[in-house]
């Protein structure tokens, strides 16, 4: 691994003393709150990069003195220096990894869309199987998780699940958990020795706070509906479930609560949030010659994992990372293995891809 170059360490620094000092000066609402995240987003890197620009002045220092005509002096320095030398590594690093460019949704809120696929029943099953086990992990997190819409499997499960999950850095964890999932097992709703494949479509969309989304309100419908889905004698009868479709784009969005204000408020932020991933599947599409160095995620279409309970074994195609835990897995307690895994591949290529352009 490369170096940083001190102009790069020196930039930061730079940078985070502006803003820290712009901070005391501004009086506008909106450049402060701007202001207050840069300084928090900067702050971690800037810390490490004075601690690595100190070790290395010590080093230098060091060095020096190893040199010098003073012997007791010099045999000192010289433990001191490889000791330093030991330390920069690590150090390195870190910095390195704080320097890699963030996405800018990664601590944004999510909208998490569970689908049966392929499989009948044992799809929808499936498909409840996936959205326990995330909501498992974002209880595990400490997120919250509210569901917006949902469509019951015949026999289990869900045909289709909708949910808002709120939290620190929901994005940047689950963004990876977009593709198709597939699963191997004997079928749940028969008897026999078979092994059956069936699949589920999950899509993670950033909510980031204040989306400046316009939508005109001829580009809108707006229908009522009667609500509907499980609970029997409980379940609401008036007509208070809201659609909203988005002419210029065809995208759909619901919402069945009780109160039908709350909805047309729900449906309108789900609408927002729509577009605004589509405003940002049209940028990944501009760069797609880079996103091809990266990890995929985010393209529903994707086969991204398969879950084989035969074997007990999860498989991950995008980093050929497999685990013998599907049990652990499924439940959510054993998820952020999978997850960290792959942040850890995403971060190992684009530090590779630094060292290239250094």
Do not use: C
Not at 197 to 204: I, K
Not at 309 to 337: A, Q, W
Request: hydrophobic fraction near 35%.
């Amino acid at each position: 691994m490369a170096n940083i170059p001190m102009s790069r360490l020196e930039q930061v620094i730079d940078r985070f003393d502006e803003v820290e000092a712009r901070m005391g000066s501004v009086t506008d609402s909106d450049e402060i709150v701007a202001l207050s995240r840069e300084h928090a987003d900067l702050k971690s890197v800037a810390d490490k990069a004075r601690e690595l620009a100190d070790l290395r002045q010590q080093l230098k220092d060091a060095e020096a003195l190893m040199k010098g005509p003073d012997k007791e002096m010099a045999e000192l320095a010289s433990e001191e220096y490889y000791e330093i030398k030991e330390q920069l590594p690590a150090l390195e690093k870190e910095v390195q990894l704080l320097l890699i460019p963030k996405d800018v949704d990664d601590k944004a809120n999510i909208v998490l869309e569970v689908r049966a696929g392929t499989g009948g029943d044992e799809a929808a099953l499936f498909a409840g199987d996936l959205f326990r086990m995330y909501s498992r992990y974002a209880q595990l997190e400490g997120w919250k998780v509210d569901v917006v819409s949902v469509s019951e499997g015949d026999v289990g499960g869900y045909k289709e699940i909708i949910a808002s999950i709120e939290g620190d850095g929901v994005f940047g964890r689950m963004k990876w958990e977009s593709g198709v999932h597939r699963v191997q097992r004997g079928p749940e709703t028969e008897s026999g020795g078979r092994i059956h494949t069936s699949a589920a479509t999950v899509a993670v969309l950033p909510a980031p706070e204040n989306i400046e989304i316009d939508i005109r309100q001829e580009d809108i419908r707006i229908d009522t509906m009667r609500s509907s889905g499980a609970g029997g004698q409980h379940v609401n009868t008036t007509d208070s479930a809201v659609r909203i479709t988005h002419l210029p784009t065809g995208i759909v969005t619901t919402s069945s609560e009780k109160s039908q204000h709350v909805n047309r408020e729900k449906a309108m932020e789900q609408l927002k949030i729509r577009l605004y991933e589509r405003e940002r599947a049209e940028k990944d599409a501009a760069r797609a010659e880079a996103r091809a160095e990266q990890i995929g995620s985010g393209d529903r279409s994707q086969k991204v994992r398969t879950y084989n309970f035969p074997e007990n074994r999860v498989s991950d195609h995008r980093i050929n990372l497999t685990l013998y835990s599907l049990d652990k897995i499924i439940t959510g307690d054993k998820l952020d293995d999978v997850i960290k895994a792959l942040i850890a591949e995403d971060q190992a290529r684009k530090l590779a891809a630094m060292d290239e352009n250094a």
